[in-house]
C-alpha cells in the first residue's frame, strides 16, 4: 500500500517525524543555536524546517544548493544531508556566528561538503558561480535586488524556498511592510515564478 501524500501542515510534520528513523542527526546543532540565541540575545535560530529541507533537497537530486542566513549551521546540513552527493553554500553576515557554524559543521563530519561564506546579501551573493538547484533563504523579507539575485543564481527549473516572500506584496497594506511591494510584484511577475507553500515557507520554483 502507497502512503499518500500530506495534505496539510500537520500531517507533513508528522511524515518528516516517522522518517527520522534514528531521531534527529542534527540534534546537537539545533541546541547549539537555541544555547547561543539565549545567551548573547541575537537572531540566531534554527529553523525547524531542516528536515523538511532535507526532503525538499532529495527529492528534487540538488548537487548545488545555496543559503541565506545559516546561523550555527542547522538547516546548512540538513540540505547536505538530503542532497547525499551534493555540496551547499551558506552566506551569514555575521562573523562570529559563521566561525561556530563551521566548528559545529565539522563535529558532523560536513565541513567538506559545506562551504560558509560571510558576507551579507545581495552584495555578497554577486561572488557565487550561478547554478544552483536550491537557494534556501531564511532572513527578513527578500529585497527587490535579492530576487534578482536568485533568478540570476537558480538553474532554469531550480527551487526558492523563502520565508516571507509575499509579505509586503500582498499585504502591503500592514505597516512597515509596503515598501517595494510593488517592484517585488513586477519582478516575480516578469521573472515567471511558479509558487506554492509548505509549512510557513512559500516555495518558488522558476519556469
Same mark, same amino acid.
Given at each position: 500500500?502507497?502512503?499518500?501524500?500530506?495534505?496539510?501542515?500537520?500531517?507533513?510534520r508528522?511524515?518528516?517525524?516517522?522518517?527520522?528513523q534514528?531521531?534527529?542527526p542534527?540534534?546537537?546543532?539545533?541546541?547549539?543555536?537555541?544555547?547561543?540565541?539565549?545567551?548573547?540575545?541575537?537572531?540566531?535560530?534554527?529553523?525547524?524546517?531542516g528536515?523538511?529541507?532535507?526532503?525538499?533537497?532529495?527529492s528534487?537530486?540538488?548537487?548545488?544548493?545555496?543559503e541565506?542566513?545559516?546561523?550555527?549551521?542547522?538547516?546548512?546540513?540538513w540540505?547536505?544531508?538530503?542532497a547525499?552527493?551534493?555540496r551547499?553554500?551558506t552566506?551569514?553576515? #555575521?562573523?562570529?556566528?559563521a566561525? @561556530? !557554524?563551521?566548528?559545529e559543521?565539522? $563535529?558532523?563530519? %560536513?565541513?567538506?561538503r559545506? /562551504?560558509?561564506h560571510?558576507?551579507?546579501?545581495?552584495?555578497?551573493?554577486?561572488s557565487l558561480?550561478?547554478?544552483?538547484?536550491?537557494?534556501?533563504?531564511?532572513a527578513?523579507?527578500?529585497?527587490?535586488?535579492?530576487?534578482?539575485?536568485?533568478?540570476?543564481l537558480?538553474r532554469?527549473?531550480?527551487l526558492?524556498?523563502?520565508?516571507?516572500?509575499?509579505?509586503?506584496?500582498? #499585504?502591503?497594506?500592514?505597516?512597515? @511592510? !509596503?515598501?517595494?511591494?510593488?517592484? $517585488?510584484?513586477? %519582478?516575480?511577475?516578469?521573472a /515567471?515564478?511558479?509558487?506554492?507553500?509548505?509549512?510557513?515557507?512559500?516555495?518558488?520554483?522558476?519556469?
Open positions: 500500500m502507497t502512503e499518500s501524500e500530506p495534505s496539510s501542515d500537520a500531517e507533513a508528522a511524515w518528516v517525524a516517522r522518517h527520522l534514528d531521531g534527529d542534527f540534534g546537537a546543532i539545533y541546541t547549539a543555536t537555541e544555547r547561543h540565541r539565549e545567551a548573547h540575545g541575537c537572531e540566531a535560530y534554527a529553523s525547524s524546517n528536515p523538511l529541507l532535507g526532503v525538499l533537497a532529495r528534487i537530486g540538488a548537487r548545488r544548493s545555496l541565506i542566513g545559516t546561523a550555527l549551521g542547522y538547516t546548512a546540513a540540505l547536505a544531508h538530503g547525499s552527493e551534493g551547499v553554500d552566506l551569514e553576515a #555575521d562573523p562570529g556566528h566561525e @561556530l !557554524a563551521r566548528t559543521l565539522e $563535529r558532523a563530519g %560536513l565541513s567538506a559545506v /562551504r560558509v560571510v558576507g551579507e546579501s545581495p552584495r555578497a551573493l554577486g558561480e550561478p547554478g544552483y538547484d536550491l537557494i534556501f533563504y531564511d527578513s523579507i527578500p529585497s527587490v535586488e535579492e530576487i534578482g539575485a536568485f533568478h540570476a537558480l532554469t527549473g531550480g526558492l524556498v523563502t520565508s516571507n516572500l509575499f509579505l509586503g506584496i500582498y #499585504d502591503g497594506d500592514m505597516p512597515g @511592510l !509596503a515598501h517595494g511591494a510593488e517592484s $517585488r510584484r513586477a %519582478l516575480l511577475d516578469r /515567471r515564478w511558479l509558487t506554492t507553500f509548505a509549512d510557513l515557507k512559500a516555495l518558488s520554483v522558476r519556469l
